[in-house]
């Protein structure tokens, strides 16, 4: 019974606005000596001060991830959201600890935690999650668009300009390149000096991905418009129904007197009889 | 009495058209001065005079002002509107005068009087800053995103490529340099030459902050279709809404005289009785 | 009353579409001509032909604006399309003739005698045209932030880099260079390498710059979309609207009947009566 | 009868889902193989067995095309997306053979079978064509613009900058690319500085191309959110419809009701005559 209650408590704690509050501020405080400690001159003068605090801020995260996994038990794990938090304050105490290069690096995945605590951070990244699947088929055009054309620009053009086209990877991040537009001139330029026609791969090549990739924007944004007209449209469709439902009342209680008027007129002749 | 009068009488002159329009013109040729004001040959050949509109123009400005200030009292302060219209004209009488680098050049702002003297470009601006707040959830996934990978990359590539890499401040330039998708490639291309795996790093990056400006933009734009959207939805509804009242006005006036024929029948059976 | 049915039937010919295709042809292989003269091989060894062949379409089009003159008489001035057609190729006849440069580069405008003639690029230039004043403030919002920036930027940077903000019109083109995105970033480098705090500057102009264009392609948006929204919804009102008529229509029917009914019953007390 | 039956039995072969998956995992292969061949290191070591996998997914193609041409007779040939697949897969016995560079190049096509064989990829690229014709006008106007900036700029800017305007082939190709906005603003500089007045022909070029670009990327998403609206638009008449139809069946259900009490008033009277 105690421990049952307790737990309830711990959850009203963990779930007070002001415990939230809290742990934003920490991960903010965190997210600013992940910054500093990227500073050479900052840590020599400041360097022990910093890393205190960077130690606080973790273990205010193991009380805090303590608490809920306390406050929740089992059912902790099924959010998506908790088991992030969970793994992005756990990398702190992977093997090999926070000296190794790359375990240093995905500390700074602990700020992602913004995204999981505040409220309206994750609702915006659950819409852009959900708009994804939408994609998926024109997203596979694309990269099939970009693999045979990498192929092809191997074959052709990778003796001609090893630099942009020598292998199929090299040429996959080429395209890459050309499909967001960025200084796609210079990258055919070789390509093209040397043979004249392949402009008409590269202009093929620019026309066809960029037309699919203002689809896949269009559909993003059709996806986007699609939610919020479905609820004005139903709001309207409940206004106009609203509008029928008082019309069809005031006609059938009208109907209704004259039903009466009639049954008078009835029982009237009725009596007679 | 009388200063009552005169202030109401002000009010009437300075919301007159006439002076609204002088007020624009004097604010174009006030941007002319500012403008000719940085051509050097211009200046040497007619400072004198171009000086002598600029200080006419201003003095303009600073009778409008008392103007407006006498006629419309301490409720001039409402407005955001008049607030900047105030500093940008008191700006020019800043201690320093018009001598300090930084003032001379907080004096061009007086352009944008245009925005706050023509009605129609107030609305716009009004419009822009009022879709400001619904971009702030995406806008903020955007800047996390931007500093966790600063972070990354400063930590990651600050030793490879100290130009584009080096401090956290740099990173992020460079980063947003690469979100506008501006030279891209050339900004990666130090990095991922020493260190190929580098790739990854910077196509998801791109990948993912591409996705977010475009959900960006997307919100922009879903949020001034809606207000379209639902002027034309109100539009729909009342035009249906009207339909749905006739038809049920035709209906009941019909019913209304079947009424009044029973009754007639009632009466008739009345009298007899 | 030959002159008039001289006209009437003039008319019929220049508004048949086999004239209409004609005149498309000539206007067609004038713009071959005009691209193969560019090509001084080409012309070195079928100069006279090429030349000839464009003497041919000129003579065709002058024979085509005279007779559509014969016409349509006085009110052919009344269309701007028609007043198009007239000055493009009375640009041949100018003194001067087509051995001037400039008028030899302005005979190329005869190829926009396409959209005037085919009439699914009429209304698609007119479409376009059409949504230019619904840009109009947004459009002045921009200029006046290129204007203001402008200023700025050559007093605060014109002795720094010269060569992209020495003097007002060179900053200009940099700042509209940067608004379009392209190589922004080694615009502002030299000035930035040189004052750090500059970066707070661009930055700010790249994100309001960016803001407004976007904000200008999505009033554009809109508009294209509301003109669909508008049809849409008129159809779905027409539907509706016929839905409720139809439903009053059975309904006072009905009703009507029901009047007969007891109109019948009052018949049969009255002559009892 | 028999071959009939067999027919019959061979087209409930090619349409089983396994034996779809089982083709996609054979192009997936395909490709695999297609784009490790173009590794020189790769082919040293295992060239033998990767020839030998391409040829068997070769013969795979063979059968299946063979199975699914017995199956339907010569209605195979109805289907656009059959020819394409026969025509991919007859490309490797094409005269020459796999020897030729070209035909080598062309193989890599096959790829592209996953367009026509998996099933929502082909309602992704039917969606993308059938959204063409709407852009049409549009697009004939970019390249009428592009066509007349061509020549003009090749006239004008030819002597001045042979490498980007020399003639009309490479005027096309360097306004192609200030259309894209790669990169303009290097493509112009060489001609703007020795003709400062070029500004104005590149500043209308780039406003009027962009401004074209961007009402032809509308016009594709005005196409398919009019696709979206059509759907939600029936599905709203739909309902107010229903909640019309009713309200009618309610309000005639009542009247029926009252006929009847009307009809047995007057049976009453009847009787009683």
């Known amino acids: ?9 711990t959850r009203v704690l963990v779930e ?41 801020t973790l273990a205010v995260f193991v009380v805090e991830l303590a608490l809920r996994l306390f406050a929740e038990g089992w059912r902790f794990w099924r959010s998506a959201w908790n088991v ?35 409220r309206s951070m994750r609702t915006v990244v659950a819409a852009l999650i959900a708009t994804i699947p939408g994609m998926g088929s024109i ?48 990258v055919v330029r070789p390509t093209t000096d040397a043979e004249p026609w392949a402009w008409a791969f590269f202009l093929l090549f620019v026309v066809l991905a960029t037309y699919i990739v203002l689809n896949l924007f269009i559909a993003v944004a059709v996806e986007a418009l699609d939610r919020e007209t479905e609820e004005d449209n139903a709001e309207m469709v409940d206004e106009m129904e609203q509008a029928v439902d008082e019309s069809t009342a005031a ?21 007679r009889d």
Do not use: C
Request: proline share 2%; charged share 20%.
């Open 139 to 186: 997203a596979a055009l694309l990269l099939i668009l970009l693999y045979v054309s990498g192929v092809m620009a191997t074959e052709l053009f990778g003796d001609i300009d090893p630099e942009h086209f020598g292998t199929l990877g090299v040429s996959l991040l080429s395209l890459f390149q050309v499909t967001t537009g960025d200084d796609w001139a210079n």
């Open 251 to 271: 006609i059938l209680a009208s109907l209704s007197e004259l039903k009466q008027q009639v049954a008078a007129l009835e029982a009237r002749l009725e009596a």
């Open 1 to 9: 019974m105690t421990v049952r209650e307790t737990r309830a408590r």
């Open 16 to 56: 007070a606005p002001w415990f939230q509050w809290l742990v934003i501020g920490v991960i903010l405080v965190n997210a600013a000596v992940l910054g500093l400690e990227t500073s050479e001159s900052w840590m020599e003068e400041y360097g022990d001060a910093t890393r205190a605090v960077g130690r606080t």
């Open 84 to 118: 992030f938090d969970f793994v992005v304050v756990a990398i702190a105490f992977a093997p090999g600890g926070s000296a190794s290069g790359v375990l240093r690096v995905l500390r700074v995945l602990r700020v992602l935690r913004l995204l999981s605590t505040v």
